[in-house]
């Protein structure tokens, strides 16, 4: 781990969506941290500060929408990133997702060839 290495917390509950985004992203340098519920998620933001949060929307007991207003009531991880994933691209769900606070989206099936690139846009701001 280099000093410059960029942390990523994975939320999401479904395990094979959970490995394949770990994996993407930890070809690409980035450290993640997995969180696999909306309580599990607040905690370990709140503990690990990541540079930025990618956020299943649809989680049991807490669901995403709802961790990521959350979060951005806190003062103490208001500033993190957190770009949604949902499986379902309905319409009004990217709209749902800014007003939470979310600055992105990103639809599942991921695009494999694309995320890495996706993600990298949205921590550097390049991507809004
Ligand atoms: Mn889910």
Not at 19 to 36: F, K, S
Not at 61 to 70: A, H, I, P, Q, W
């Amino acid at each position: 781990m280099t000093a410059s290495q960029e942390k990523i917390l994975v939320v999401e509950d479904n395990q094979m969506n959970l490995m394949l985004v770990t994996d993407l992203l930890e070809a690409a340098g980035y450290l993640v941290i997995p969180a696999h519920g909306g309580k599990e998620a607040l905690r370990v933001a709140r503990q690990e500060h990541p540079d930025l949060i990618l956020m299943d929307i649809q989680l049991p007991e807490l669901d995403g929408l709802e961790v990521t207003r959350l979060l951005k009531q806190d003062e103490s991880t208001r500033d993190i990133k957190i770009v949604a994933l949902t499986a379902h691209a309905m319409r009004g769900d990217e709209d749902k997702a800014r007003q939470a606070g979310c600055c992105g989206y990103i639809a599942k099936p991921i695009n494999t060839r694309e995320f890495v690139n996706v993600v990298r846009d949205y921590l550097s701001g390049t991507r809004t």
